[in-house]
C-alpha cells in the first residue's frame, strides 16, 4: 500500500515568515501526491497536486509544495504566512483499494501562524 | 457547477439509536464517492467508497453500512449506534477514475453519540 507521513503534529510561524509543512511519501511506482487543508469543522480544500512534470507545483492560496524523487518528500511551502492560514493541512497520495483509486491521508499537520 | 451536500451539520443521538447520514453530488455523473470519519480532528479513516450504483466497498470493518440508492447518492447508515461512532464524517467524491484529479468533500457532520 502507498503512504505519506506527516512528522509534525505543529507547525508555528511569525505571520510573514516563510513556512514549510513536511510530508514524506512511500509509494510503488510514480506517485500522485495532493495536499488538502481543513478549517475548523469544515470540508477538506485542496490546495495542490503533483502528478508528473515540474517537480515545483503551484497551488491556491500562495502555496506552492516542491515534489523530490530522491528525498521522497512533498513539502509544501508559503513565502509569506498568513494569520489566516492557520488551520490543519493534510498530505495524500494515491492508492489503490480492490483495483479503485484511493486517497491515502497522513495524519496532518496543524499549522499555527502567530500575529 | 459541480458541489456536493451534506447534513446534517450536527447531530447528537443517543447510544443505540439508528443513524442516517446523506450525501448527494450535483453537476456530475457517475462518481465515484467515500465516506471518511476523522476522530478527535485529525486523521482520516476510510469507512466506504462506491463506483456506482449499489456498488459499495468497506475497508474497515465496523458498526456502519452504506448505500448509493442512486448514482449522485451516498448514505451512511447504522442500526445501533455506539460511544465510539462520535466522529467528524465526511463524505467525497471524484470523477476521474485514475486518482488524478483529486477528491471534492462535503462540509461534513459532526455526530456526537451520548
Known amino acids: 500500500a502507498q503512504s505519506v507521513a506527516q512528522p509534525e503534529d505543529q507547525v508555528n510561524v511569525a505571520e510573514g515568515n516563510p513556512l514549510t509543512v513536511k510530508c514524506t511519501y512511500s509509494?510503488?511506482?510514480?506517485?500522485?501526491l495532493f495536499w488538502y487543508v481543513q478549517y475548523p469543522n469544515r470540508g477538506l480544500q485542496f490546495l495542490l497536486k503533483?502528478?508528473?512534470?515540474?517537480?515545483l507545483v503551484k497551488g491556491s492560496y500562495g502555496f506552492e509544495a516542491e515534489f523530490n524523487k530522491s528525498q521522497t518528500s512533498f513539502h509544501l511551502k508559503k513565502p509569506s504566512a498568513l494569520v489566516s492560514d492557520s488551520a490543519l493541512y493534510f498530505c495524500?497520495?494515491?492508492?489503490?483499494?480492490?483495483?479503485?483509486?484511493?486517497?491515502?491521508f497522513g495524519r496532518g499537520t496543524s499549522l499555527i501562524v502567530h500575529p | 457547477s459541480q458541489t456536493i451536500h451534506q447534513w446534517p451539520a450536527t447531530l447528537v443521538q443517543p447510544v443505540g439509536s439508528p443513524l442516517s447520514l446523506e450525501c448527494t453530488v450535483e453537476?456530475?455523473?457517475?462518481?465515484?464517492l467515500y465516506w471518511y470519519r476523522q476522530a478527535a480532528g485529525r486523521g482520516l479513516q476510510l469507512l466506504f467508497y462506491?463506483?456506482?450504483?449499489?456498488?459499495i466497498s468497506s475497508e474497515v470493518p465496523q458498526n456502519l453500512s452504506a448505500s448509493r440508492p442512486q448514482d449522485r447518492q451516498f448514505i451512511l447508515s447504522s442500526k445501533k449506534l455506539l460511544l465510539s461512532d462520535s466522529g467528524f464524517y465526511l463524505c467525497?467524491?471524484?470523477?476521474?477514475?485514475?486518482?488524478?484529479?483529486?477528491?471534492?468533500f462535503g462540509s461534513g457532520t459532526r455526530l456526537t453519540v451520548v
Open positions: 467525497a467524491w471524484s470523477v476521474e477514475r485514475t486518482g488524478g484529479y483529486g477528491y471534492t
Open positions: 509509494v510503488s511506482g510514480n506517485p500522485y
Open positions: 503533483y502528478i508528473t512534470g515540474d517537480n
Open positions: 495524500a497520495v494515491r492508492d489503490i483499494y480492490g483495483g479503485s483509486y484511493i486517497p491515502t
Open positions: 453537476g456530475t455523473s457517475n462518481p465515484n
Open positions: 462506491s463506483v456506482g450504483i449499489g456498488q
